[in-house]
């Protein structure tokens, strides 16, 4: 079997995409593996060990001066693309991901003749390959500023059907090296370098056997001379920076793609993410790092820097995050609307991520939120106007949905619906349409899933509700027994509901 990839992204989501491509590699451990990538960041082939057959670069930058420049023949980027797509038909792949999901990708992989496409393509002048919920959620939360529960790798991983986990934590390093990337693609993003200094030097008078020195590529040497000696600079190309990550006690960096190299690696990482960097969607994905979101002062960070460095657990994720995000898999797992969730799948996983008791205190908010989340559904219900009235309209006016669209401004004003499940709802209003009935269509389609998940996180607080049941059965000596009643036959305990009353 062969297998295109298609990554025409930034270097630091090619790297970030290394467990996909493994995951790849170990659902077909026979297949050749071939991955279409940007020319500018071909120096990732050094670093992507054992999972890759063959790189194929996509000049993009040539492409678009093409497109542009006056220099170029008007047909020159439209020949050069169609010398690729011709060379990748050659290569008679038998299988194609799409791990870009944009436009340009979706057309690439359009043109190409391969049987099986997976992930965003264009087929008779249309977008497909949205074909389960994992992939439409990618598509609906990755695109904008719009939050997601799951990790890039998360969403793509299970997309794909693809087995992928964080990097796992590591035996820890003996090595008293300590490596700051200071800088990032965006000055928004950046901690500032009056901080790192700061913190290198509460670093080297607390820990006085560590050395702290600092990353960087050769463009940014001047920028980090303003800041810091020669001596401490360790400038450096991709692989050279991996080397300096293997013998590193620690980093401290920013969103980069130092960042995702040493995730990968299981580098153990402070992360500080600043700015438009999404700690869900593109954070490290390792369970080798600490992420710090807020009062990112230096004090917290040589704080997260101790404890690392002595051995102290990171903390996990927070209990009522991991309820959403357990009502969510078990929606987007679903491969119909009738099939049954796996609860005990579900149950089980937050079992080994939590205390018990932990989970029992969050419910009690989880619920509230249900009962509000109801609310608003009942709104929306009773709000949508009839079909008959939209059916007499050339287009669809604000007058026409005014109730909804008040339903979907305390719902926004509210910020109660962080994980996202009137989302839908509320962008479909905003949406254009060529008939006025189309908005009912799209509203009622949303209700629809509304109600689906709804209905999933009723069922999840029941499942973990018996958990609190048999807890107090148990300490009464009964044992599991259903609260409806029970009688004694032979040697087993059975219910018997006539009793219940009792």
């Not at 949205?130 to 992939?135: F, I, Q, V």
């Not at 401290?252 to 990482?269: C, F, N, R, W």
């Not at 389609?445 to 709804?454: K, S």
Request: aromatic letters at 8%; charged letters at 25%; proline letters at 2%.
């Amino acid at each position: 079997m062969k297998i295109l990839v298609v990554s025409l992204l930034r270097l630091g989501d090619i790297i970030q995409q290394e467990p996909l491509l493994r995951g790849l590699r170990e659902k077909h451990p026979t297949a050749e593996i071939h991955l279409l990538m940007n020319r500018q960041f071909a120096n990732v082939e050094r670093i992507l060990h054992g999972v890759v057959d063959k790189y194929i670069h996509f000049d993009r930058e040539t492409l678009q001066r093409g497109l542009g420049e006056s220099g170029f023949n008007i047909l020159y980027s439209y020949s050069v693309l169609e010398e690729l797509v011709q060379s990748l038909n050659g290569e008679k792949y038998d299988l194609a991901y799409n791990f870009t999901h944009n436009r340009l990708s979706a057309y690439l992989l359009g043109a190409l003749e391969i049987p099986e496409k997976r992930g965003l393509h264009q087929e008779d002048g249309r977008f497909r390959g949205m074909d389960n919920r994992w992939l439409k959620y990618f598509n609906d939360r990755f695109s904008g500023a719009q939050k997601s529960l799951f990790h890039y790798v998360e969403l793509l991983g299970n997309s794909f059907n693809l087995p992928v986990r964080p990097q796992a934590a590591g035996v820890r390093k003996k090595s008293k090296s300590i490596l700051f990337q200071c800088l990032t693609s965006q000055t928004a993003k950046n901690w500032g370098l009056d901080n790192f200094v700061q913190l290198k030097r509460t670093i080297e008078m607390a820990l006085v056997d560590y050395k702290v020195q600092i990353l960087g590529a050769p463009f940014e040497r001047e920028t980090l001379l303003s800041a810091f000696s020669e001596k401490d600079l360790l400038i450096c190309d991709l692989s050279e920076a991996r080397k300096h990550l293997q013998d590193c006690a620690l980093l401290v960096t920013g969103d980069t793609s130092i960042k995702h190299l040493a995730a990968q690696m299981g580098v153990p990482l402070v992360e500080l993410v600043m700015g438009t960097s999404d700690a869900v969607k593109t954070g490290a994905f390792s369970e080798n790092a600490r992420i710090l979101t807020e009062d990112i002062t230096v004090e917290r960070v040589f704080g997260e820097v101790w404890d690392e460095l002595s051995g102290e657990s990171r903390n996990i994720e927070n209990t009522a995050g991991s309820l959403e995000r357990a009502t969510w898999k078990l929606y987007l797992d679903k491969a119909s609307r009738d099939a049954e969730p796996a609860y005990v799948a579900a149950l089980q996983q937050l079992l080994d991520s939590h205390p018990e008791k932990n989970l029992l205190l969050a419910l009690n908010s989880y619920q509230e939120k249900t009962q509000i989340y109801l609310a608003w559904q009942k709104r929306i219900i009773a709000a949508l106007p009839s079909r008959e009235m939209l059916t007499s309209r050339k287009t669809v006016s604000a007058t026409d949905v005014a109730e909804l669209i008040l339903v979907a401004q305390d719902i926004i004003k509210s910020k109660k619906d962080d994980a996202g499940y009137f989302q839908g709802f509320v962008e479909s209003l905003l949406a254009r349409y060529s008939q006025a009935t189309q908005v009912l269509d799209r509203v009622k389609a949303d209700l629809e899933d509304q109600a689906e998940l709804l209905a999933i996180r009723e069922t999840l607080t029941r499942h973990l509700q018996s958990l609190s049941m048999e807890g107090a059965y148990y300490a009464k000596g009964i044992g599991q027994l259903s609260i409806s009643g029970f009688e004694e036959t032979g040697k087993s305990l059975q219910r018997d509901l006539e009793d219940a009353k009792l």
